[in-house]
C-alpha cells in the first residue's frame, strides 16, 4: 500500500507540473506577437520629421541656397527619439519604424534647374561608416534603438548599394574599379536596367564586379584624418577573412551595412534600388545580414525581442503583388523573394484601393499572401517619398485613407504626415520636393480637424498592432452590405479572431459575428470603446461612429 501510495503522489505531482506547464503556455500565448507580415509601419525622412538638436542643423559648410524643400530642414535622431518617448508612435499603434539612410552624404550640393539640392534624403552616401551630423551621432542612433525596442517598436535603417552620391566639387568621384558613370539606364530591358547609371551624375557601383578593388583614396584620407583609419582596415581584414568573399566593391559596403546590426541592433533594412542591382548581390547581403543579426543576439542576449529572423524588404520599384513572386523586365523575370527578400513594398495597392471594392481587394490579397507568397509579404502604402502619383496628393480623404491602409492584408507603410493630412502639394516646389515637406507637428497641437483624423488612425494603427489577423489573417466577408468581415490568424497556440464593419451608418447597429464568436461572449469594439454580449449570434452596438472594430473582451 506504501508503495502504491508513493507511486500515486508521484503521479499526482506530474500531473500538477504538467497542468502548470500547459497553463503557463496557456498565459504565455495571449500575448500578441509580432509578426511582420502584419506589421504597422511608419515611413519618415531623418530629416524632415523632427528637429530634436538645432545644434547639429548646419554642418560640413552646407550653407548655398537651396531649391525650395531641397536642403536640409534640422530632422535628426533625437527628433524621432523625443517622439518615441513621448508615445507619439506607441499611440498610433506603430511597431516598426524605417527612416531614410542616415550615413554620412556628400558634402557638396547639385543643381539641375530646381535650385541647389543637398543629400538631405541620405540616398547619397559619402562614407557608409560615418552618420551625416545633420542626422546626429552613432550614441543618438543607439539612444533611439533602444528607446524604440522598450517600447516594442522594431527599427529598420535604409540600404544603399547601389550607387554613390553624386560628383561635386568638394566629392569627387570614386576610382573607375569602383564605379561606372556610363551609361545612363534606359529601363527597357534587364541589361540597361542595371549595368548602368540610374541618372545623369550619379556612380554606379560596379556590383557585379569579383575584381578586388582598394579603398577609395578619398576615404583614406578622410579616416586618417578622423584618426580611424587602422580600426577601419583591421575591421575589413577581419571581415574578408572570415567571409573569404573578394575585395570587391559590392562587400565593402555590405560590411559597413551589417556593422549597424552587430553594433546597434536594428531589425531590418530596406533595401533600395533592388531592381538595379543584380540579384545575387541581394542574396549574400541577406547571408551577411543574418549571420550579423545571430551575432548580436548572440552578444546581446539580454536585449533580444522574439525570435523574428531579420527582416529584408526591397524597392523593386512597380513591383506589385499580382506579380506573384517575380517582377517582369519585359525580357527577364526575377524572383526577387526566395533567399533574398522577407517582403517587397507592394506598388500596386494604391491602384486596387482606388479602382476596385474593397471586398475583391481584400479577398484576393489575402488569397495571395496565404498561397503564391505564403510565408512571405508585401509592403502597401498609399503615399511615399517619390512615387508623385498618392492615393490623396490634397489630403482630402484622410479617414478613407487609414481605412483602407490600415485594413489591408498584407504590412501597412504609413507615411510620416498621412496621420496628420500632411501637404503633398507645396508652393514653389518641383518633382518629389512636394512629397517631403516637414511634418505638421503645429497643426497636430493646434488643429481641431487634424487632431480628430490623428485619432481615427489610432484607433485603427491600434487595433492592428494588436490583432496579427488584420494583417496577417485570413480574410472572409460576413456581409456585403452592410460590409462586414472577420480575419482569423492561428500561430501553433496562438489564435487571433477579430471582425470589422465599414459604412455601418451613425447610431444603432446590429453585426452578425456567429461565424467567430458564441453567444454569451463579451466582445469589445476598439472604435467606439464600448463592450456588449453576443446574443442569437449578433451583437448590437449603438455609437456615434460608423465603424466597429470588433474583438475578444
Known amino acids: 500500500m506504501k508503495k502504491l501510495a508513493i507511486i500515486t503522489l508521484l503521479f499526482v505531482t506530474f500531473f500538477n507540473c504538467e497542468t502548470q506547464i500547459k497553463e503557463k503556455a496557456s498565459t504565455e500565448i495571449t500575448e500578441t506577437p509580432f509578426v511582420w507580415e502584419s506589421a504597422n509601419l511608419y515611413f519618415l525622412l531623418t530629416d524632415r520629421f523632427n528637429n530634436g538638436d538645432t545644434s547639429n542643423d548646419v554642418n560640413y559648410d552646407r550653407s548655398s541656397e537651396t531649391g525650395v524643400l531641397r536642403g536640409f530642414e534640422g530632422g535628426d535622431l533625437k527628433g524621432i527619439t523625443q517622439k518615441i518617448e513621448e508615445g507619439y508612435f506607441s499611440n498610433l499603434g506603430i511597431n516598426a519604424i524605417w527612416m ?33 551630423a545633420n542626422y546626429g551621432t552613432k550614441d543618438d542612433l543607439k539612444q533611439l534603438v533602444e528607446a524604440a525596442h522598450a517600447r516594442g517598436i522594431r527599427v529598420l535603417l535604409d540600404a544603399v548599394i547601389n550607387h554613390t ?39 554606379d557601383i ?29 575591421e575589413l581584414d577581419a571581415f574578408f577573412k572570415r567571409t573569404g568573399h573578394p575585395r570587391a566593391p559590392r562587400f565593402y559596403i555590405m ?15 530596406r533595401c533600395d534600388t533592388v531592381k538595379h542591382t543584380e540579384e545575387f548581390v541581394w542574396e549574400e547581403f541577406k547571408t551577411e545580414c543574418d549571420y550579423a543579426f545571430l551575432k548580436y543576439k548572440k552578444n546581446n542576449p539580454d536585449k533580444v525581442l522574439d525570435d523574428n529572423e531579420f527582416y529584408l524588404v526591397g524597392e523593386v520599384y512597380n513591383y506589385g503583388i499580382s506579380g506573384g513572386k517575380y517582377f517582369d523586365f519585359g525580357d527577364k523575370k526575377v524572383n526577387y523573394y526566395d533567399n ?28 495571395t499572401l496565404h498561397t503564391d507568397l505564403k510565408g512571405f509579404g508585401v509592403l502597401n502604402y498609399l503615399s511615399s517619398h517619390d512615387d508623385g ?13 487609414a481605412t483602407k491602409l490600415l485594413l489591408g492584408p498584407g504590412t501597412s507603410q504609413v507615411y510620416y504626415g498621412d496621420e496628420s493630412a500632411r501637404v503633398l502639394v507645396v508652393d514653389g516646389a518641383v518633382g518629389d520636393a512636394n512629397l517631403r515637406s516637414n511634418m505638421n507637428w503645429e497643426a497636430i497641437k493646434n488643429s481641431n480637424e487634424t487632431q480628430a483624423v490623428l485619432e481615427h488612425w489610432q484607433k485603427l494603427g491600434q487595433f492592428r498592432a494588436n490583432h496579427p489577423s488584420i494583417g496577417a489573417g485570413i480574410h472572409q466577408m460576413i456581409t ?49 470603446n464600448q463592450s456588449v454580449a453576443v446574443a442569437n449570434g449578433k451583437v448590437a452596438i449603438n455609437s456615434e461612429f460608423d465603424m466597429v472594430l470588433l474583438e475578444h473582451k
Open 340 to 367: 533574398r527578400f522577407t517582403s517587397q513594398i507592394n506598388f500596386q495597392y494604391k491602384w486596387h484601393v482606388a479602382q476596385q471594392p474593397l471586398e475583391e481587394v481584400f479577398k484576393q490579397y489575402s488569397k
Open 255 to 269: 560590411k559597413w551595412l551589417t556593422d549597424y546590426i552587430t553594433e546597434f541592433g536594428i531589425d531590418g533594412y
Open 389 to 401: 502619383q498618392p492615393f490623396d496628393p490634397t489630403r482630402e480623404k484622410p479617414y478613407e485613407t
Open 165 to 203: 552620391g553624386p560628383v561635386t566639387e568638394k566629392d569627387p568621384v570614386w576610382p573607375s574599379d569602383w564605379v561606372r558613370t556610363e551609361p545612363q539606364c534606359q529601363y527597357s530591358n534587364y541589361e540597361n536596367t542595371i549595368t548602368c547609371t540610374l541618372v545623369k551624375n550619379l556612380p
Open 100 to 132: 531614410t539612410p542616415v550615413v554620412e552624404q556628400i558634402h557638396g550640393g547639385t543643381d539641375e534647374g530646381t535650385g541647389v539640392t543637398y543629400g538631405f534624403h541620405g540616398y547619397w552616401a559619402k562614407d557608409w561608416t560615418a552618420i551625416d
Open 480 to 528: 456585403q452590405q452592410p460590409y462586414t468581415f472577420y480575419r482569423s490568424y492561428t500561430n501553433d497556440n496562438y489564435k487571433d479572431l477579430v471582425v470589422v464593419g465599414i459604412d455601418l451608418g451613425k447610431g444603432q447597429k446590429t453585426i452578425d459575428v456567429s461565424k467567430v464568436f458564441k453567444d454569451g461572449d463579451m466582445i469589445h469594439d476598439a472604435y467606439s
Open 206 to 234: 560596379k556590383t557585379e564586379s569579383d575584381q578586388a578593388v582598394e579603398l577609395p583614396p578619398q576615404l583614406v584620407e578622410k579616416w586618417k584624418k578622423e584618426g580611424r583609419y587602422e580600426q577601419e582596415v583591421a
